[in-house]
């Protein structure tokens, strides 16, 4: 495997679900076969997911302004400086890698990087992409495939 692609998010959450429609488009388009594409719906599933030889590019909205804005960041950066991920579970992005870093620092991901697509705070449940972060879904793409040499 070159890489491993993780798209986070709810569909049914709006401008929340941004990498699950990034990782569909990924699909639509065609990666190649060693490029594999993951759905997460929440990020403490990323412990294991993160458990790999393989580079990781993990897709996910994050709260920002202006929407629809793509970033490019590492866990780091989105611990340190950058804006605040969107979770509903109490643990987020820069926790879960954290931690599957302690828990298995032989296994994880030699490399982690962050494509974020900035979304404003949910207002409640619906399964559209607002047309600001819609219009984001081919730049991620294009970012996406950029860190994976696809």
């Known amino acids: 495997m070159r890489a491993r692609v993780i798209g986070l998010g709810q569909a049914a959450a709006g401008d929340d679900g941004v990498g699950l429609v990034v990782l569909d488009a990924l699909r639509a388009r065609g990666v190649p076969a060693d490029i594999e594409l993951v759905r997460a719906a929440e990020d403490a599933t990323l412990v294991s997911l993160l ?3 393989a ?3 993990l897709v996910d909205a ?3 302004t202006p929407a629809g804005e ?5 866990p780091t950066d989105l611990a340190r400086h950058g804006p605040r991920a969107v979770s509903t579970h109490g643990l987020g992005v820069p926790d ?14 030699p490399s982690v990087h962050v494509v974020a697509v900035t979304i404003e705070r949910p207002a409640g449940y619906t399964q559209c992409l607002s047309p600001a972060v819609a219009a984001a879904v081919p730049r991620a793409v294009e970012r996406v495939l950029g860190l994976v040499g696809g």
């Open 51 to 53: 458990e790999t030889c």
């Open 55 to 57: 580079p990781v590019v």
């Open 62 to 64: 994050v709260l920002g």
């Open 70 to 74: 793509v970033l490019e960041l590492s």
């Open 96 to 109: 879960a890698v954290a931690l599957a870093r302690t828990l298995a620092p032989d296994t994880v991901a």
